[in-house]
């Protein structure tokens, strides 16, 4: 579905990524972890279409988009929710969800102006799809037409994910769903995003640090670490691989036992 | 009692006109409008034609300014663009039907607005202040040109046409009312509803956040490009009916002073509402007549006096819109929600 093959990227001096390569296959859930720093955003920003690798490709269903622009991307059917939310603060939650639908719909500029035919028509259509797919699903009823900046943190990050979700995309990408969430959160989100991949089959890729979390859902689990992959494989595989332990906890005293635990 | 407003599908919640006071108010505002020019004097209409026309125009810098984040000094220019265009048709075909006229004055100023946007766009913020400012200088520097004075009249400006409907001329102040609101109410209209839509949505989202509306598909730099023709298509539509207004246009009516004073309506107003500009025009035009008004009953007519008083006028002026903007910053369509939020919530609280 998504393969990076042999991604670098540097600023400067600075090598952000080094020879990243692995395949999200479809449907299934691709965790990314690593320490801070390890360039987690940085593989995300260079399949969404912000930075050009230097030196490798993206292929996303057999076509190279190692170079096309972002917004072409989310035309595809690539999604994205950001770590710190990327919300547009000046409008309602509604409004916030209906810019998802923007590639799909083609109302023209004179139809808009007079808000007549195609684009009331279009208009309804996207409303009551989204109302169905996103604000149902999301459990967003109560605050379709609360401005977003007003509303708590947790449910901005879920109205950003339902932005994502009205793209109706064949990837999404999610940094850090649930960074600074409490439990309850946590398993919400967690449990709308196992949702979101039974009924849609949509492929994800995760970028999360709560541990937890990334080997209770997912399927493959990609480690980098200072911009170098050092693991990819089941979540099982990757809590026993060496490497990975090192990486997390640096090398100590401390046994190998205990550090597997702790990223259990 | 109300305690919500119930709909039975999503095309009644989509509706702008849902609400009973919106719908009558809106049918209040329309009949004040037609029968306004039956009972004022010539000054008054004067004055409402002179506002009705710079409504058009800050309404299509609201699209650039307030509803697409960027800003422009340069939109007096587009204003001159559709001006002299008006006057130039009219050189070459005296009989041009004036709303045909009206329409290429409009989409001349949309491609200079393209053509000036082109290079400017390519900046932000204060930058793109200031690389607009160009637009004024170049446009009018041309229209100053000899070469184009056979068409703009140079330096020393040239007289306009009056518009012509079916054989009917409209030299009254009253029958070049009736051209000008019906126009203003449409193109207000028109962007109101653009803001309804994707492409609309789309401006307000590079407002907003530009990298977040990048990742949902919008190409950032052809929606700034298209919603600096629109403002510049406004503004020149603006112009067009500001030749047929008034007898005789200078370049300099159109110089950086306009580009300004545009820019203060809308802040003044609200920027990035359907109202703003409005009350935003009304206010600015209007206030200086009323510091006339009170300076002429103070002096009592007396010449030498009026000399002394008339440069505190402008000195009042300034304080207040400072004072605007310290006590108003979102402009006056604030009070207008304030007031709104009281009715619907009274006696109940403040």
Not at chain 1, 125 to 136: G, T
Not at chain 2, 142 to 161: H, M, S
Not at chain 2, 231 to 253: H, Q, T, V
Request: aromatic share 12%; proline share 4%; hydrophobic share 50%.
């Amino acid at each position: 579905m998504l393969s990076i093959t042999e991604a670098s990227l540097a600023f400067g001096g600075i090598k952000a990524l080094d020879d990243v390569s692995f395949t999200a296959a479809s449907g299934e859930i691709t965790a990314i972890i690593g320490p801070n720093g390890a360039g987690k955003t940085s593989l995300f920003n260079i399949i969404s279409g912000f930075y050009t690798p230097q030196k490798g490709r993206i292929l996303f269903d057999e076509q190279d988009i190692t170079g096309m622009r972002a917004d072409k991307r989310a035309a595809l059917g690539i999604a994205r929710t950001f770590q710190n939310i990327a919300l547009f603060r000046g409008m309602s939650v509604l409004e916030n969800i209906k810019l998802g639908g923007h590639t799909r719909l083609n109302t023209g500029f004179w139809s808009a102006g007079f808000y007549y035919g195609n684009a009331q028509r279009e208009e309804a259509r996207l409303r009551a799809e989204i109302e169905r797919d996103v604000i149902d699903f999301l459990e967003l009823d109560h605050i379709r037409k609360a401005p977003v900046g007003a509303l708590p943190y947790g449910l901005q990050k879920r109205i950003e994910l339902g932005r994502a979700l009205a793209m109706q995309p064949r990837v999404l990408l999610l940094d850090e769903p649930v960074a600074g969430m409490n439990r309850e959160e946590t398993e919400d989100m967690a449990r709308f995003i196992l949702d979101i991949q039974a009924r849609w089959g949509t492929t994800i890729l995760l970028v999360e640090h709560d541990m937890g979390m990334v080997m209770d859902i997912s399927n493959q689990v990609v480690v980098l670490n200072f911009g170098r992959q050092i693991a990819v494989g089941s979540p099982e595989q990757v809590q026993a691989n060496p490497a990975v332990i090192e990486a997390y906890l640096g090398t100590s005293d401390r046994s190998d036992n205990t550090a597997g635990e702790a990223i259990a | 009692m109300i305690t919500g407003h119930f709909k039975t599908d999503y095309s009644a919640d989509e509706g702008i006109w849902s609400i009973w006071p919106k719908r009558w108010g809106l049918v209040a505002a329309l009949i004040a409008l037609a029968v306004f020019p039956f009972m004022a004097s010539n000054y008054a209409l004067l004055l409402a034609g002179q506002i009705g026309i710079f409504i058009v125009a800050v309404v299509g810098l609201n699209v650039l300014i307030g509803y697409t984040g960027l800003m422009s000094l340069g939109h007096g220019a587009f204003f001159a663009v559709g001006a002299y265009t008006t006057v130039a048709i009219h050189h070459e075909w005296p009989l041009t039907f004036p709303l045909i006229t009206l329409v290429i004055s409009t989409v001349v100023a949309a491609a200079f607005g393209v053509l000036f946007g082109l290079p400017s766009l390519r900046v932000k913020g204060l930058y793109l202040a200031v690389a607009t400012l160009s637009a004024n200088f170049i446009i009018l520097f041309l229209i100053e040109q000899d070469w184009l004075a056979e068409w703009t009249g140079g330096v020393r400006g040239t007289e306009t046409p009056n518009a012509v409907f079916f054989g009917y001329e409209l030299v009254s102040q009253q029958a070049k009312y009736f051209f000008i609101m019906p126009v203003m109410v449409i193109m207000l209209l028109f962007a109101q509803n653009l803001f309804r839509t994707r492409f609309g949505r789309a401006l307000i989202a590079i407002r907003d956040k530009d990298y977040s509306a990048e990742i949902l598909g919008i190409a950032l730099f052809s929606h700034k490009l298209k919603s600096f023709a629109i403002s510049a298509a406004y503004c020149g539509a603006a112009g067009s009916l500001w030749a047929y207004f008034f007898p005789a246009i200078l370049p300099e009516d159109f110089g950086l002073n306009m580009s300004i004073t545009l820019v203060v309506c809308l802040v003044a107003g609200g920027m990035g509402r359907t109202l703003g500009p409005i009350f935003g025009t009304i206010l600015i035009l209007l206030v200086p007549e009323l510091l006339k008004v009170v300076a002429g009953y103070v002096t009592g007519g007396d010449a030498t006096a009026q000399t002394w008083v008339s440069p505190v006028r402008d000195i009042l002026f300034g304080l207040m819109i400072i004072g605007f903007l310290i006590f108003e910053p979102m402009g006056l369509v604030n009070i207008w929600d304030r007031f709104w939020r009281f009715l619907s919530r009274w006696p109940f609280a403040k």
